[in-house]
């Protein structure tokens, strides 16, 4: 007899705000919840013909993988239809428009128990009114600050260190005291790569980069690294004054990451860096593909959590391999459920269902193991779907 | 009941062809078909005594790995003979003389369902002799052009790089266009590392770095990786023009291979340059034991295929995991099996069997957690054994 | 039915001496024998305070791991009490105050198995009294030298290069010819990293990189490194020299460890050059959470052994994942248990019965898959957990 966590309430910690979409056709709602594969723009840069062949192919593939068979399945399971694409986005639609949107995203949260979503609302751009989010789901909102959201902005301005410094810290400060915002995130992982140098924290090298880049036309160097680096060590420093996380972005992400730059060994040394220790960090998407090292730092260093998302549920079958290497050394204690899902309300609750099954067959292998009680799994579980996400974030 | 997929067609992305052996000791057989363990060569070379107990351990380690324990055994149950070494090469040395080689080959090759081999014909050296190579072992012969044996030939020229350019150039447009071959192979990982820089494309890199070779007298710096970097990228672009793929070596190789640099994470950053996208890249041996990378590139960028081959055979059990992890993200349709199995008829039909017990294993675990239908899995195994690679390669 | 390997006798490759511990409170028990999970002082160095709450999440979250939460259950079987801390402290207490110390180690050494310790005395230091830890453990004590120790000694005292040069080569000499010990250790992962230049050999390069330290005042640049891989490859020659393995930390350490400078395929090329291929070189740790790397090594290279330590037990569920991966290529005669246990009599014993439930559960799967026979099996379950070690150290 398996683990049964259907009846889990689920706190995500990491995923991004939607608007609504009421009626989609087959293929549009295939690219709004399925992920990788490619689109049409990203052909046309290369030079390639955008056809109906190819057009066909990128659908193709899209539907091809685990994640979006998976998700399908559920999802057909749920409208009581057939499993096929026509079928299901036929009944999303109807569903809609019979219900009204707020309802029938507020059964989808509730057939997953999901009971509180932790959003980074710096995906997507321009962001989603939050107000209106929370009123068509029906579920909490906490939101979080991107700080690369600021950087840009800043960047694009003209300003000099003296201003662009100033702006910077009241801006975060101001997300945090009166914006609402429960804590920063950061996707520097996307940016300059996360072998941040702890060292970078004095003023001086932000003021000598960003001159380097005002004045570079093109010979900036390492200018905007070092820009980065210490404004991600800046906004460590305002999480430990306002005493609250950081989320910072590791592992797999879409096309435009650099896989080989967002390893979490990588950031071992900033971590603990003695400036840095009393900032709590969540590593997001707990670096899958290298899960195994977040593990590993969350066990070895005292204030680290490692957040699920994005492996599960769009790495597919991935996902009982993820919760079990992280547990290798992960606590319990400093794991979170989460999905870095976007785009409509399906993948939400299909995401819960998966985490679900994987967390169950996960901790199933470990009582057969000898490693815990039924009992002991049970704790766990709450623990990584609400606990220890409503613990980090006083919620 | 377990799937079983022993009567699908194979085609083999990705081996090498070989010279018939028709009589070998234990001994010699051992060393052509078993995978690492190092040789008497390696050893004189480390100023290592290679005497009788030196080579009794080279024997016994080779023999030691999963890889030939299950070699042995498949080979043992063909020929209905004792798993011992000594029966199993008494029994193929016995077939061969009773049967005739090209006999035994396409009886080995038809028990496996291997139809067609996708063979890199730059190993071993000097080139086996493709015509005779077909006819003795009964299946279609699809020969890829390795880049590196080009370029060795090439650099053992005193040409300067007008030359040296246009040699390369109308070398592989020669063996596109009349010399049968459907693809490129390279294998710069073994080289100067993956690492390869996507502004490259410039014909004065080349030059400049020709030039600093030419003169160096062993002080040329970068200039062997910035010319392998551009002969590269040139050989992408000669893909794009004439439509075919191009096979990469990734991960795993012998002992040769540097494996810090041959991580396919970092190929991202070039495989995504505009001017590259339009080329089917092929990862051989999908990064392993990084094949999570290769997966997750193949989901992300559109253009990109996953080759199973050398780990499956070559590390044994790890065939299950392989796939299950690069399933995690690439889409069924962007896998191929392969063996990179060479020497000698046997290692190839044992690859096939693992292959399939392995995929059939990896495929049922996913029906079991509810990822596809039976049918599903039928469907993705014809694909990944077959289909796929037929229509990558027009064939 | 699963295999059983409760019977096999236990070398124990890795591991660390201690002192007697009669009487310890529950959190001082919890500190000595957890793993990671940070520690007062690194609370403080980091500005953090450290009060009861502290402390408190200290114990808790040393507590939640799965190698804790194992070798707790374990433990509460073994003195048949409650799996409770407390239950668990006070029964080894009691157990010592009623036995004795010597007696209390003992009969939980005998009922591991575990005949033989191969010990790492650079940890901790001052190092322990092996005579009298010999005497109290009633095991085989087989000391292996720590170079690292020694080369502190020597960068703190004032010498120049050539009294330095002749302290280091006599002090190792020393060691293996009249100290008993019985093969060199080096922890380079965790100073300078694992990317040490194979051409460092020469004397040279130590005396101007120590003349560099000596007279940098901060400005060294790289000498340390340049001295550290000197000094790492004048210990391979000695070994050659002395025939007896380098164990070679890689992968996990604790917080101090810089995880990406520790993979095991750091080390390739080093390892490879042919001046150093006749010293047999053990990868401690197996390079976690890179075991398969180690493997890969382990592999292609033929004097190369992997050590399970520290995944095994400290990764809690990951070991048999540590083995089915390193097996994917290692050859069984080159794989070895280790512990890496340190602390107090327990945690050895623990390890020993984690070791053999995951080694039974992945040679099982390889029955099952068809790689080997249960006999094989078997086999190779002794060479793992003694026959290998006793080979390599000739004991």
Same mark, same amino acid.
């Given at each position: 007899?398996?683990?049964?966590?259907?009846?889990?309430?689920?706190?995500?910690?990491?995923?991004?705000?939607?608007?609504?979409?009421?009626? $989609?056709?087959?293929?549009?709602?295939?690219?709004?919840? =399925?992920?990788?594969?490619?689109?049409?723009?990203?052909?046309?840069?290369?030079?390639?013909?955008?056809?109906?062949?190819?057009?066909?192919?990128?659908?193709?593939?899209?539907?091809?993988?685990?994640?979006?068979?998976?998700?399908?399945?559920?999802?057909?399971?749920?409208?009581?239809?057939?499993?096929?694409?026509?079928?299901?986005?036929?009944?999303? !639609?109807?569903? /809609?428009?019979?219900?009204?949107?707020?309802?029938?995203?507020?059964?989808?949260?509730?057939?997953?128990?999901?009971?509180?979503?932790?959003?980074?609302?710096?995906?997507?751009?321009?962001?989603? !009114?939050?107000?209106?989010?929370?009123?068509?789901?029906?579920?909490?909102?906490?939101?979080?600050?991107?700080?690369?959201? $600021?950087?840009?902005?800043?960047?694009?301005?003209?300003?000099?260190?003296?201003?662009?410094?100033?702006?910077?810290?009241?801006?975060?400060?101001?997300?945090?005291?009166?914006?609402?915002?429960?804590?920063?995130?950061?996707?520097?992982?996307?940016?300059?790569?996360?072998?941040?140098?702890?060292?970078?924290? =004095?003023?001086?090298?932000?003021?000598?980069?960003?001159?380097?880049?005002?004045?570079?036309?093109?010979?900036?160097?390492?200018? /905007?690294? !070092?820009?980065?680096?210490?404004?991600?060590?800046?906004? /460590?420093?305002?999480?430990?004054?306002?005493?609250?996380?950081?989320?910072?972005?590791?592992?797999?992400?879409?096309?435009?990451?650099?896989?080989?730059?967002?390893?979490?060994?990588? $950031?071992?040394?900033? #971590?603990?860096?003695?400036?840095?220790?009393?900032?709590?960090?969540?590593?997001?998407?707990?670096?899958?593909?290298?899960?195994?090292?977040?593990?590993? /730092?969350?066990?070895? #260093?005292?204030?680290?959590?490692?957040?699920?998302?994005?492996?599960?549920?769009?790495?597919?079958?991935?996902?009982?391999?993820?919760?079990?290497?992280?547990?290798?050394?992960?606590?319990? =204690?400093?794991?979170?459920?989460?999905?870095?899902?976007?785009?409509?309300?399906?993948?939400?609750?299909?995401?819960?269902?998966?985490?679900?099954?994987?967390?169950?067959?996960?901790?199933?292998?470990?009582?057969?193991?000898?490693?815990?009680?039924?009992?002991?799994?049970?704790?766990?579980?709450?623990?990584?779907? =609400?606990? !220890?996400?409503?613990? $980090?974030?006083?919620?």
């Amino acid at each position: 007899m398996m683990l049964d966590f259907s009846d889990l309430a689920v706190v995500d910690v990491h995923c991004h705000p939607y608007t609504r979409k009421d009626r $989609l056709s087959a293929d549009e709602w295939v690219d709004e919840v =399925s992920f990788g594969g490619g689109s049409a723009e990203y052909l046309k840069a290369g030079g390639i013909a955008v056809d109906d062949a190819a057009l066909e192919t990128l659908q193709r593939v899209k539907r091809d993988t685990l994640y979006f068979r998976y998700m399908l399945r559920r999802l057909a399971e749920y409208f009581q239809v057939d499993a096929t694409v026509a079928a299901v986005v036929e009944a999303r !639609n109807r569903a /809609i428009a019979d219900q009204g949107y707020a309802a029938y995203a507020r059964s989808l949260h509730q057939a997953g128990r999901i009971e509180t979503l932790i959003v980074d609302d710096g995906h997507p751009l321009p962001p989603v !009114n939050l107000e209106r989010f929370r009123a068509e789901t029906g579920v909490e909102i906490v939101p979080i600050f991107r700080i690369e959201v $600021l950087i840009q902005q800043l960047l694009d301005e003209d300003s000099g260190w003296a201003k662009f410094q100033r702006a910077y810290d009241e801006g975060i400060a101001l997300a945090l005291s009166e914006g609402g915002y429960k804590g920063l995130k950061s996707i520097i992982a996307y940016r300059t790569g996360l072998d941040i140098d702890p060292g970078s924290r =004095s003023s001086d090298q932000g003021m000598i980069a960003l001159e380097k880049i005002r004045r570079a036309r093109g010979r900036g160097g390492d200018a /905007i690294k !070092n820009l980065r680096d210490h404004l991600f060590c800046r906004a /460590i420093e305002r999480c430990i004054d306002f005493d609250v996380p950081l989320q910072v972005h590791t592992g797999m992400g879409d096309w435009e990451v650099h896989l080989a730059a967002c390893r979490p060994a990588l $950031l071992m040394e900033l #971590l603990r860096y003695p400036a840095y220790r009393a900032c709590k960090v969540l590593l997001v998407h707990t670096g899958y593909p290298y899960q195994a090292e977040a593990g590993y /730092i969350a066990n070895v #260093l005292p204030n680290i959590w490692c957040d699920l998302s994005e492996g599960l549920p769009f790495a597919g079958n991935a996902g009982k391999r993820i919760i079990a290497e992280v547990l290798e050394m992960a606590p319990p =204690s400093r794991v979170c459920y989460g999905s870095d899902t976007y785009g409509t309300p399906e993948p939400f609750y299909t995401s819960a269902l998966l985490g679900k099954q994987a967390l169950a067959q996960a901790l199933q292998d470990l009582i057969d193991d000898r490693f815990m009680t039924e009992a002991e799994a049970r704790d766990i579980a709450k623990m990584i779907f =609400s606990e !220890n996400a409503r613990e $980090l974030y006083g919620i």
